[in-house]
């Protein structure tokens, strides 16, 4: 019995793509769009697995039910595997069912988090989240009153420095975490340096990236959770988890900041699910937006304002860092990458 990869142009051919959701749906998968890469395992001209990756993150693996247990699998994820670690990832992660996870286990990966009867979150490295862990513990510091908050900073604002303002003004310490993920029109790097500047006289905050343990609605997976299921309200859950089983307590943290935002039902299902998962183990603790001409301050008002070049509107909606910044060559650049995606 032999059995080949090849790549599958799902975007080009419709026949191909046809086979591949076929594949996808006899394993109660919905297609996913965002990928970077998809192969399928073929016996001469049938189609009897497949498996895609977005970025460092395994998608959409299926393998027809007559040759689960087999070298499918095996094929499929050493294929998938290298080509992550060939574009230089240090760490291969994926989400699957319950009932999938030990599949993968036995091939290697270690279990970070999983919410029940939803998901299990997986990763193969030879560092890791431990090595996280271990990393944030370097930056432990004592308080009586330790506080995070986490954010994207997709760019800084000034909403987003109330928000720091009014937690460091109420803890010993603050913990901030930035998101790493490269998804949003201003680099992480960026984000992060903003971040930096523009609370440069804070004395009790400490700033930290997330790595690849806090992620987006844009990575998250939603193609192998019931149609029924609340996809935001999972997410969300599995960030807490992980937040309160590993982050919070290797940094004493017993509270946590987010701002309040009363017309977006994402953002209130998403503070409902860390509330729950907390239970009060970890304070949830919901700050009022900051307005400016009866209008919340959001970075996606800021990004609107600067692709349209209202600068001077935009003053006083960031920090006279942010504002510096957005006007830098480099500021300029993004702007035009912004107008470019427009087209």
């Given at each position: 019995m032999s059995f080949i990869i090849k790549k599958l142009r799902i975007d080009k051919d419709y026949s191909v793509k046809k086979d591949w959701e076929d594949l996808l749906s006899h394993a109660n998968i919905r297609p996913e769009k965002a990928i970077d890469y998809t192969v399928g395992v073929f016996e001469e001209d049938n189609l009897i697995g497949t498996g895609s990756i977005f970025q460092n993150i395994l998608k959409c693996i299926a393998v027809a039910p007559e040759y689960m247990g087999g070298k499918v699998l095996n094929m499929l994820m050493s294929h998938l595997m290298s080509e992550i670690f060939d574009k230089g990832y240090a760490s291969c992660f994926i989400y699957t069912k319950e009932e999938a996870a030990h599949s993968f286990i036995h091939l290697g990966f270690c279990e970070i988090a999983r919410v029940s009867g939803e998901l299990v979150f997986l990763e193969l490295s030879s560092k890791g989240f431990l090595s996280y862990i271990e990393d944030l513990k370097k930056a432990r510091k004592e308080g009586d009153k330790i506080a995070s908050i986490v954010m994207n900073a997709n760019p800084f604002t000034n909403g987003h420095l109330y928000l720091i303002e009014t937690a460091a003004k109420e803890n010993d310490i603050l913990?901030?975490?930035?998101?790493?993920?490269?998804?949003?029109?201003?680099?992480?790097?960026?984000?992060?340096?903003?971040?930096?500047?523009?609370?440069?006289?804070?004395?009790?905050?400490?700033?930290?990236?997330?790595?690849?343990?806090?992620?987006?609605?844009?990575?998250?997976?939603?193609?192998?959770?019931?149609?029924?299921?609340?996809?935001?309200?999972?997410?969300?859950?599995?960030?807490?988890?992980?937040?309160?089983?590993?982050?919070?307590?290797s940094l004493g943290i017993s509270r946590r900041y987010v701002g309040e935002e009363p017309l977006s039902q994402s953002t209130a299902i998403y503070n409902k699910a860390l509330k729950d998962v907390f239970n009060e183990e970890i304070k949830l603790i919901v700050i009022p937006r900051r307005e400016v001409d009866n209008e919340v301050i959001s970075a996606s008002r800021v990004r609107k304002l600067f692709k349209e070049n209202h600068m001077e509107q935009l003053k006083y909606l960031v920090p006279k860092s942010t504002f510096e910044f957005l006007l830098s060559p480099e500021g300029r650049r993004i702007q035009n990458k912004i107008l470019e995606k427009e087209v």
């Open positions: 913990h901030i975490f930035i998101l790493s993920e490269e998804l949003s029109d201003f680099p992480s790097r960026t984000r992060f340096e903003l971040v930096k500047k523009g609370t440069a006289h804070l004395h009790n905050i400490i700033l930290h990236v997330t790595g690849d343990y806090i992620v987006s609605a844009k990575t998250f997976p939603s193609y192998f959770l019931k149609e029924k299921s609340d996809v935001t309200y999972i997410q969300a859950s599995l960030d807490a988890i992980i937040f309160k089983a590993h982050i919070a307590p």
